[in-house]
């Protein structure tokens, strides 16, 4: 019983402190010197470098890219962080690869009975297998694949799967959030001993099957699962015909492997076996680096809990004629932005916890740099991190006669889009709120705060890899415009004077949240990205 009071009362007084004002206005705001080390000038000094076409548009697996690194770990040298990386550089080795499965060689054949059924690659399955594969296993369907003792859950429970073929049925997203990647999907199967695993996606998925394939049809660039997770089996993507007949060895419609369910699906061994085939065509490309670094934090023990500083440093590629996307506002003017809070965070009182700054590599590549360093080898383990202040396109403003319909979403000199603040945690959005009132005092536009909005900004940044393991984060973009992803990205359209003062309030914030007494509240669940 006095557990039971104890606990509630804990909970009351928890919900207290976000229903009420979290006092942020009471917090001590950095010291002045500090807030003065970010400069527009400076601003503008590290991005006429970083966004100049020598530099070739730093896409991720050039030279340029390999040189912005450099740049930028020196820096972070010179203001006395120390490298993050598990070889204690700065540079976290990321593995790219480029491939594409030879689907004339690549083919399904399921056998039940006397009944042989053939699918080809693309049509009936995709894949990204990592390598080439020739193997013949029984087939065992587990559910929706989950394997977490540490939540008290395991579809693998009582089953044998070793050296067979496992069957997933569609996830319920949203509930499968909780997971860790060896918790789940390929992950766990790998962890049981499978020799391959055929994954169902949902049908609001399928719905575009024929795109995916076509694309999936291509030479694709991502990374290295070989490298990723160690070990690595073949991991097929059923299409509707594959999952008609996987569907029919379970006396089931298609629909009860497609539609996730509050009741998960009973696992079950098939009376049928497959045969793989996997022939793939992979060639190594150039290393690629996320850039990370380490402040160490003042107090003895909260210096053990972090609080993240991001951008990504990468754009796109030079064209074969040589014209170059410097990418000064996408996202030269995060990379500078992190680069100059970080400066500043090393002027004055170090904070109470420690700051990682990361500049991922191959966000335009599909946020490559941050899966790799939250869901495979973290510099840092993800329970440790406190939250993510996420810098992303923040350099532009509209003027008063701007009226360019490709601008009309660019905010002007006194606006910014905040996304996510509130997706977490409750108060670190009211801190937030109650730190840019007593700065720079921006307007806060909301408009793309809905993750549901249909351009989806709150999944398109590298935040979105931390705040689905359940980490806070805030999102800064000041709007798309007349030169995103286009070659008149450059440094004279940049306001280093708004920059300036995005970054004062950027600082102030990861400030007194570094300085809490108390770790940031998390009151809600992290939202899956729609598929």
Same mark, same amino acid.
């Given at each position: 019983?006095?557990?039971?009071?104890?606990?509630?009362?804990?909970?009351?007084?928890?919900?207290?402190?976000?229903?009420?004002?979290?006092?942020?206005?009471?917090?001590?705001?950095?010291?002045?010197?500090?807030?003065?080390?970010?400069?527009?000038?400076?601003?503008?000094?590290?991005?006429?470098?970083?966004?100049?076409?020598?530099?070739?548009?730093?896409?991720?697996?050039?030279?340029?890219?390999?040189?912005?690194?450099?740049?930028?770990?020196?820096?972070? #040298?010179?203001?006395?962080?120390?490298?993050?990386?598990?070889?204690?550089?700065?540079?976290?080795?990321?593995?790219?690869?480029?491939?594409?499965?030879?689907?004339?060689?690549?083919?399904?054949?399921?056998?039940?009975?006397?009944?042989?059924?053939?699918?080809?690659?693309?049509?009936?399955?995709?894949?990204?297998?990592?390598?080439?594969?020739?193997?013949?296993?029984?087939?065992?369907?587990?559910?929706?694949?989950?394997?977490?003792?540490?939540?008290?859950?395991?579809?693998?429970?009582?089953?044998?799967?070793?050296?067979?073929?496992?069957?997933?049925?569609?996830?319920?997203?949203?509930?499968?959030?909780?997971?860790?990647?060896?918790?789940?999907?390929?992950?766990? $199967?790998?962890?049981?001993? $499978?020799?391959?695993?055929?994954?169902?996606?949902?049908?609001?998925?399928?719905?575009?099957?024929?795109?995916?394939?076509?694309?999936?049809?291509?030479?694709?660039?991502? &990374?290295?699962?070989?490298?990723?997770?160690?070990?690595?089996?073949?991991?097929?993507?059923?299409?509707?015909?594959?999952?008609?007949?996987?569907?029919? &060895?379970?006396?089931?419609?298609?629909?009860?492997?497609?539609?996730?369910?509050?009741?998960?699906?009973?696992?079950?061994?098939?009376?049928?076996?497959?045969?793989?085939?996997?022939?793939? #065509?992979?060639?190594?490309?150039?290393?690629?680096?996320?850039?990370?670094?380490?402040?160490?934090?003042?107090?003895?023990?909260?210096?053990? #809990?972090?609080?993240?500083?991001?951008?990504?440093?990468?754009?796109?590629?030079?064209?074969?004629?040589?014209?170059?996307?410097?990418?000064?506002?996408?996202?030269?003017?995060?990379?500078?932005?992190?680069?100059?809070?970080?400066?500043?965070?090393?002027?004055?009182?170090?904070?109470?916890?420690?700051?990682?700054?990361?500049?991922?590599?191959?966000? #335009?590549?599909?946020?490559?740099?941050?899966?790799?360093?939250?869901?495979?080898?973290?510099?840092?383990?993800?329970?440790?991190?406190?939250?993510?202040?996420?810098?992303?396109?923040?350099?532009?403003?509209?003027?008063?006669?701007?009226?360019?319909?490709?601008?009309?979403?660019?905010?002007?000199?006194?606006?910014?889009?905040?996304?996510?603040?509130?997706?977490?945690?409750?108060?670190?959005?009211?801190?937030?709120?109650?730190?840019?009132?007593?700065?720079?005092?921006?307007?806060?536009?909301?408009?793309?705060?809905?993750?549901?909005?249909?351009?989806?900004?709150?999944?398109?940044?590298?935040?979105?890899?931390? $705040?689905?393991?359940?980490?806070?984060?805030?999102?800064?973009?000041?709007?798309?415009?007349?030169?995103?992803?286009?070659?008149?990205?450059?440094?004279?359209?940049?306001?280093?004077?708004?920059?300036?003062?995005?970054?004062?309030?950027?600082?102030?914030?990861?400030?007194?949240?570094?300085?809490?007494?108390?770790?940031?509240?998390?009151?809600?669940?992290?939202?899956?990205?729609?598929?």
């Amino acid at each position: 019983m006095k557990q039971f009071l104890l606990r509630r009362a804990v909970a009351i007084a928890a919900i207290a402190s976000i229903a009420l004002p979290v006092g942020a206005s009471n917090l001590p705001l950095p010291a002045p010197e500090a807030t003065a080390a970010i400069t527009a000038r400076d601003l503008k000094r590290h991005l006429s470098f970083l966004a100049s076409d020598e530099l070739g548009g730093r896409y991720t697996l050039s030279s340029g890219n390999r040189i912005a690194a450099r740049y930028i770990a020196s820096q972070l #040298e010179f203001y006395g962080f120390h490298g993050a990386a598990r070889d204690g550089s700065f540079f976290q080795k990321v593995p790219i690869v480029t491939q594409k499965i030879d689907s004339g060689s690549t083919g399904l054949t399921i056998a039940s009975g006397e009944t042989k059924q053939s699918f080809k690659y693309a049509d009936d399955f995709i894949s990204s297998a990592p390598r080439d594969a020739a193997l013949t296993g029984e087939l065992i369907f587990v559910g929706q694949g989950i394997s977490s003792p540490r939540t008290g859950r395991d579809d693998y429970a009582g089953l044998d799967v070793t050296n067979k073929i496992v069957v997933l049925a569609a996830p319920d997203e949203r509930a499968q959030a909780k997971y860790e990647t060896a918790e789940k999907g390929e992950g766990a $199967a790998i962890k049981h001993g $499978a020799a391959a695993v055929i994954l169902t996606p949902s049908s609001a998925f399928l719905s575009a099957w024929s795109q995916i394939k076509f694309y999936e049809s291509r030479e694709q660039t991502g &990374l290295d699962r070989r490298s990723v997770h160690g070990k690595s089996v073949p991991a097929l993507l059923a299409g509707p015909p594959l999952i008609k007949s996987l569907a029919a &060895l379970l006396g089931k419609e298609a629909g009860y492997l497609t539609n996730p369910s509050a009741k998960p699906p009973e696992p079950l061994k098939l009376a049928a076996r497959a045969d793989i085939k996997m022939k793939v #065509e992979a060639k190594p490309n150039p290393q690629a680096q996320n850039v990370a670094g380490i402040l160490e934090g003042a107090d003895p023990k909260l210096k053990n #809990e972090y609080v993240v500083f991001s951008a990504h440093y990468d754009h796109l590629e030079t064209t074969p004629k040589g014209e170059v996307y410097n990418g000064a506002d996408d996202d030269g003017s995060g990379t500078v932005s992190v680069l100059e809070i970080a400066h500043a965070l090393a002027v004055g009182p170090r904070p109470k916890r420690s700051i990682l700054v990361v500049f991922h590599t191959g966000e #335009e590549m599909g946020l490559l740099g941050s899966e790799y360093n939250t869901d495979y080898e973290p510099v840092v383990p993800l329970e440790k991190l406190v939250a993510d202040f996420n810098i992303d396109m923040v350099g532009r403003s509209r003027t008063v006669d701007n009226l360019d319909v490709r601008d009309k979403e660019l905010t002007d000199k006194d606006s910014l889009y905040i996304i996510g603040a509130d997706k977490l945690s409750t108060e670190l959005n009211k801190l937030s709120e109650q730190t840019n009132a007593d700065t720079s005092r921006m307007r806060f536009d909301l408009t793309y705060n809905d993750e549901n909005h249909p351009q989806h900004f709150y999944y398109r940044s590298d935040h979105y890899n931390y $705040a689905k393991h359940g980490i806070p984060i805030i999102f800064y973009f000041t709007g798309v415009h007349r030169d995103y992803h286009r070659t008149t990205d450059d440094v004279d359209k940049i306001d280093f004077e708004k920059m300036e003062r995005i970054d004062r309030m950027i600082f102030a914030t990861g400030w007194r949240v570094a300085n809490l007494d108390h770790r940031l509240v998390v009151d809600k669940k992290p939202a899956p990205a729609p598929q």
